[in-house]
Each structure stands twice: as C-alpha cells, then as structure tokens.
T-cell receptor, first 113, second 116 residues
Framework: DGGITQSPKYLFRKEGQNVTLSCEQNLNHDAMYWYRQDPGQGLRLIYYSQIVNDFQKGDIAEGYSVSREKKESFPLTVTSAQKNPTAFYLC????????????FGPGTRLTVL | DQQVKQNSPSLSVQEGRISILNCDYTNSMFDYFLWYKKYPAEGPTFLISISSIKDKNEDGRFTVFLNKSAKHLSLHIVPSQPGDSAVYFCAARGPISSGSARQLTFGSGTQLTVLP
C-alpha cells in the first residue's frame, strides 16, 4: 500500500533537547512538506522540498531544520531554539512541483516537558 | 495576515440536514481551492477541489461553490451524517505560473458536529 508514514505517533522530550521527526513516503512524489497544527489554528507550513537536496523555508521555519537526502524521506528536526515546540506535526507530499492535492501522513504529537 | 479565513470555529447540524461551511480569501491570485477533512490525531484527507474557472464542483454528497467576486467559497454537505463530524479545512493555491503554486495556504478550520 502506498502512503506516508510518520513515526512515532507520540513523542516526549525534555526542554532543551533536539528531536527528529521521521517522514517516509512510497508514493514516488517529488514534493514533501512539513506543517504544524496548534489548537484553533490552521496548518502552518514549516519547510517544503521540491526535489532531493533542495528545500525552502515556509512561514514558521525558525527553530526547525530539515534534510532531503532521499526522495522518499524528509525528516524534521525540532531544535532547542524553537520556543513552543509542543504541537501536532504533519508531513505531506504531492506528485509534482505545483500542488493539486497534498497527501498527509498520520501526524506526530510532540510534547516537550 | 491570514490570507484564508474560516470565521466559524464550529458548526452543529442535525443528521440529514445540510451543512454549509464557509471560507473567505484575500489573495486574488489564488486560482485553485481545496477542502480537507480531519479527524482528531489523524492527518487531513482530501475531500474536493475547485478551479477558479468554475463556480461549482460536485462529488456525491459534497458540493463546493466558488464566488470569485466575493472571494468566498463554501462546502455543502447534503445530507449530513454523524460520520461527517470532523474539522474541515479550506486551502488555496496560487497560479501554476507562479512560485506560490508550490504550496497551499490553509484556513484555521471549522469543527463540524452532526447530531444524530
């Protein structure tokens, strides 16, 4: 079955620690995206990548970093510089450069204690 | 500045009746619009979309209407079912000729509750 996997579903970290969220897709999509969702807010774009070894900042990139070494993988690192890291993180992908539809993973709930 | 707005955080309707979810946008360059449905602790799933060259698109119980002059779109669900209870997000995209076609801008969502 093709799809997007995010692991783990729930993640707990102590304040001041970096943490990396995994996102893998087997849809052969070129573009991948990371969003953050907070209560009462929409999905806010953190980073996106159109091709391997290239990525662009979204609206709220501060305190986050990404890499795109393989087409199927787009991990997100939440660094200690992110002031409010506790949130629900969603990874998405789309087949090509312009977006007609994005396919989302199940999300990772990160709680920083 | 929010370019896509969903001003109603919540909506409750009776099973069998019509649900109407609204969305407004400010960027006149947007030319493609989508609706997503999201259950708690899950990723959003695509529901229906509409291009700016149309004013209506229908798929089963779901119809999206676009009023370009008012920069407004709406999602109609008829008849509403309890399984439709979820958060609905509208999203917009810029023209393919521009860099803004590479990402979606989402609204803040509307929680729909369909009462049995």
């Amino acid at each position: 079955d093709g799809g997007i996997t995010q692991s783990p579903k729930y993640l707990f970290r102590k304040e001041g620690q970096n943490v990396t969220l995994s996102c893998e897709q087997n849809l052969n999509h070129d573009a991948m995206y990371w969003y953050r969702q907070d209560p009462g807010q929409g999905l806010r774009l953190i980073y996106y990548s159109q091709i391997v070894n290239d990525f662009q900042k979204g609206d709220i990139a501060e305190g986050y970093s990404v890499s795109r070494e393989k087409k199927e993988s787009f991990p997100l690192t939440v660094t200690s510089a992110q002031k409010n890291p506790t949130a629900f993180y969603l990874c998405a992908s789309s087949p090509q450069g312009f977006v007609n539809e994005q396919f989302f993973g199940p999300g990772t709930r990160l709680t920083v204690l | 500045d929010q370019q896509v707005k969903q001003n109603s955080p919540s909506l409750s309707v009776q099973e069998g009746r019509i649900s109407i979810l609204n969305c407004d946008y400010t960027n006149s360059m947007f030319d493609y619009f989508l609706w997503y449905k999201k259950y708690p602790a899950e990723g959003p799933t695509f529901l229906i979309s509409i291009s700016s060259i149309k004013d209506k698109n229908e798929d089963g119980r779901f119809t999206v209407f676009l009023n370009k002059s008012a920069k407004h779109l709406s999602l109609h669900i008829v008849p509403s079912q309890p399984g439709d209870s979820a958060v609905y997000f509208c999203a917009a995209r810029g023209p393919i000729s521009s860099g803004s076609a590479r990402q979606l801008t989402f609204g803040s969502g509307t929680q729909l509750t369909v009462l049995p």
